[in-house]
């Protein structure tokens, strides 16, 4: 079965860090692109990175640029998101999700920034 | 960075048919299609269709994609009750480098 299991949400001050991690199965996951996208509380869809499967091609979206950090791990099936100097208005869930397409998703890991 | 233009809520009567609708530009929609999303409160997104009108197994054939332009459409037959939702749009978009999203249309089954 094909599956993204989010972890590593937690409630953090302002200026804090988290890293979020991403474990796939059931799939190639090195053939490719990952996504990180989050939703906050009440609204919809914001994507946040993206990164190619060998790492060649990484973005980000302007909100985050310059605090978060994607990055991936192909021999463990695994992707991450390190997110330094948190602010409020980074509060939300956050879903890992297959493929420039979206078409896998995982339930998500909630992220609360508060003092 | 820009987003994709949704109707923010549309509502439709059971078995009826109802049209949701995603404005971009020619960096997005009208470059590779969009995207469309399915979303019930409290779980995560599910994919519906991506470039238009491919769909993924196991999703209803009363959903069906397609495009116009610089729009999208995701057209929904035989509404059920099941398929009051919030539906979303996305795309990449090749001058922005990045995936964008529409902001989302709730969809109301009467």
């Known amino acids: 079965e094909v599956q993204l299991v989010e972890s590593g949400g937690g409630l953090v001050k302002p200026g804090g860090s988290l890293r979020l991690s991403c474990a796939a199965s059931g799939f190639t996951f090195s053939s490719y692109t990952m996504n990180w996208v989050r939703q906050a509380p009440g609204k919809g869809l914001e994507w946040v990175s993206s990164i190619s499967s060998s790492s060649s091609y990484i973005y980000y979206a302007d909100s985050v640029k310059g605090r978060f950090t994607i990055s991936r791990d192909n021999a463990k099936n695994s992707l991450y998101l390190q997110m330094n100097s948190l602010r409020a208005e980074d509060t939300a869930v956050y879903y890992c999700?297959?493929?420039?397409?979206?078409?896998?998703w995982g339930k998500g890991t909630t992220v609360t920034v508060s003092s | 960075q820009a987003g994709l233009t949704q109707p923010p809520s549309v509502s439709k009567g059971l078995r009826q048919t109802a049209t949701l609708t995603c404005t971009g530009n020619i960096n997005n929609v009208g470059n590779q299609g969009a995207a469309w999303l399915q979303q019930h409160q409290g779980h995560p997104p599910k994919l519906l269709s991506y470039r238009n009108n491919n769909r993924p197994s196991g999703i209803s054939e009363r959903f069906s994609a397609s495009r116009s332009g610089n729009t999208a459409s995701l057209t929904i037959t035989g509404l059920q009750p099941e398929d009051e939702a919030d539906y979303y749009c996305s795309a990449w978009d090749s001058s922005l480098s990045a995936v964008v999203f529409g902001g989302g249309t709730k969809l109301t089954v009467l």
């Open positions: 999700a297959r493929d420039i397409g979206l078409d896998v």
